[in-house]
């Protein structure tokens, strides 16, 4: 794994953290399908992008710890690979090596 890549998975973690806070809140409080809008979860150092998701479709891509919701077009060939693709979202998982970094770092672990 490349020091780049070795950045992107630690980025992620750090949005897939900041996200598990935000839905433990607005999931307490709101309407369970109704959308809520987290930062997006991608690599890129400069991304404080939204995503709308319900509480039950990040529940589903929480299930894995190497899965990540990103907006359209913020997923990374060659370091990840796409699961899934909504109007509204992408879901992806991390290849080998990024993998171990996301396990580590997943907050429900």
């Not at 950045?7 to 839905?23: D, I, M, P, S, Y």
């Not at 998701?53 to 299930?63: D, G, Q």
């Not at 796409?82 to 080998?96: A, C, G, H, L, S």
Request: proline share 4%; hydrophobic share 35%; glycine share 6%.
């Amino acid at each position: 794994m490349t020091d780049r890549e070795r950045r992107l998975a630690k980025n992620e973690a750090l949005f897939r953290g900041v996200n598990e806070k935000v839905t433990a809140v607005k999931g307490e409080l709101s309407d369970p399908g109704a959308p809520l809008e987290i930062v997006c979860e991608c690599g890129r150092e400069d991304c404080l992008e939204q995503v709308a998701v319900t509480l039950a479709e990040y529940e589903r891509v929480r299930t894995a710890p190497t899965r990540f919701i990103v907006k359209q077009g913020h997923e990374l060939n060659g370091v990840e690979r796409v699961v899934t693709r909504t109007e509204r979202f992408v879901v992806i998982e991390k290849d080998d090596g990024e993998a171990a970094i996301a396990r580590e770092a997943d907050p429900r672990r």
